[in-house]
């Protein structure tokens, strides 16, 4: 889904869905456009940012908040929050020691048209542009 | 250390929610009709371990520790060189309850304040600390 208006789409419908759900789980994933890097949430119904799962990738490495979302190097949600306008998260390792990645994304609405997108910043790694949709 | 890391450590260093089984550090704030305490951890990031809000006599715990109160939950809370937000939600993590917003003011005294909001009622608060 390469197009932002496509991935607008998507995440608006996943928001309307998660009104009516109570208790629905669903994946968001936030990606940039050359797959060099994706990071994804495990999301339920309410407002607030709280994931019950996390993975993320940058090429061949791998993290994972569980074995039972598959391999890679142990994360965890050091904070996180998310708003009308905006959703902030900073991943961890598991000690809260260091901090893995920074997301940073902004939100906008016309019509129903929702649209999130920002950056995500891997310390020592580098930074890309991403933008986000549910699979 | 950035300026998050570097209040919430004064922060810690000052204030001390004595009622926690751990020794845990918090935010102290008040405002006309309301009382938001929140116990911190040791952290760079705003990792809450606990709190007692009231506002307008209606009280909210996240534990019998913290005080009494309806039972609330911490849903979301994010610390950067703005200040500090949290929302608590309830047990069944179904909706926001309480929401806390703090902007670092640059007092000493009072190096935080903001609003705590609860439904369609919100108080102006600040917060001691160092």
Sequence with gaps: MGYPILRGLAVGLALCASVTATHATEWMYCGDTEAVVEVGFLLGSVDAFMPSAITMRHQTMHWTSGEAYGEGAPVTMGQGFSDARTLQVDLFDEGLSERIAELRLSRAEEGDTVVLAGTLRIPGQGVWAVACDPS | ?130
């Design chain 2, 1 to 130: 250390m950035n300026k998050v890391s570097r209040s919430l450590v004064a922060i810690a260093g000052v204030l001390a929610l004595a009622t926690g089984a751990q020794a845990s550090e918090g935010l102290m704030c008040s405002g006309e009709g309301a009382t938001v305490d929140v116990a911190l951890g040791r952290l760079v990031i705003v990792g809450v371990l606990g709190a007692y809000v009231e506002l307008d006599g209606t009280a909210y715990s996240t534990g019998p520790e913290r005080g009494e109160g309806i039972p609330i939950i911490t849903g979301q809370a994010f610390g950067d060189d703005d200040g500090i937000k949290i929302d608590f939600v309830d047990p069944n993590i179904e909706e926001i309850l309480i929401k806390v917003r703090l902007t670092y003011t640059g007092n000493e005294d009072e190096p935080l304040a903001g609003t705590v909001t609860i439904g369609e009622q919100t108080a102006a608060i600040a917060c001691m600390g160092g």
